[in-house]
């Protein structure tokens, strides 16, 4: 079975530090990993995926992501955060050996919040 | 191209009463998903469709929900009898196919059941 753990219910951080906001998963093959941001009141919106390749996947508004196959770890970075990146952040998998069947398996979602 | 339309954007109604939410998919793409999401649970998967044929609705809660897909671009989501547990935000999403393809979010249905 496949699943995904967002750890942390909330991430804080000061405008213009870095920040991490981590994901683990578990899949019986090799995964699809995917990040999503909701903004409030909006429908998800697509950040980055993983499919293969090089480890370190760069997406939208700055992100990037980085697959560690060891850790089973998809941690979503970006180096200066901005306020505006304020938003409700869920991690996903799905099992890339799953064929035909199967969807996305989504995290519980992290709320980052970013202060001036 | 307009995205994923959902509508109504926000529905509130009585318990007891018949829902019936709507979605209009990207055009061309051949999977719709809908979800549900709520601060206990989260995001959570009800129904998929291929082609207009339901593929997989093991997250269907119970029979008073249902889901159609009458073409390629329309599909409801339908409960009957509606329940106060069944508040939450509905979303509706598209592709082309199955992940690694991405999938497109409408900006969902928020249904209050008094």
């Known amino acids: 079975a496949q699943s995904v753990a967002q750890p942390e219910d909330q991430v804080n951080v000061a405008e213009g530090n870095p920040l991490t906001v981590k994901c683990t998963y578990s899949v019986s093959g090799n995964p699809y990993l995917f990040w999503y941001v909701q903004y409030p009141n909006r429908g998800l919106q697509f950040l980055l995926k993983?499919?293969?390749?090089?480890?370190l996947v760069k997406g939208s508004y700055g992100f990037e992501a980085e697959f560690n196959k060891s850790q089973t770890s998809f941690h979503l970075k970006k180096p200066s955060a901005l306020v505006s990146d304020s938003a409700l952040y869920f991690c996903?998998?799905?099992?890339?050996?799953?064929?035909?069947?199967?969807?996305?398996?989504f995290g519980k979602g992290t709320k980052l919040s970013v202060k001036p | 191209d307009a995205g994923v339309i959902q509508s109504p954007r926000h529905e509130v109604t009585e318990m007891g009463q018949e829902v019936t939410l709507r979605c209009k998919p990207i055009s061309g793409h051949d999977y719709l998903f809908w979800y549900r999401q709520t601060m206990m649970r989260g995001l959570e998967l009800l129904i998929y469709?291929?082609?207009?044929?339901?593929?997989?609705d093991s997250g269907m809660p119970e029979d008073r929900f249902s889901a159609k897909m009458p073409n390629a671009s329309f599909s409801t989501l339908k409960i009957q009898p509606s329940e106060p547990r069944d508040s939450a935000v509905y979303f509706c999403?598209?592709?082309?196919?199955?992940?690694?393809?991405?999938?497109?979010f409408g900006p969902g249905t928020r249904l209050l059941v008094l």
């Open positions: 999403a598209s592709s082309l196919i199955l992940p690694p393809e991405t999938q497109y």
């Open positions: 993983y499919i293969t390749g090089d480890n």
């Open positions: 996903a998998v799905r099992d890339a050996d799953g064929g035909s069947q199967g969807n996305l398996i």
């Open positions: 469709f291929n082609n207009n044929v339901p593929i997989d």
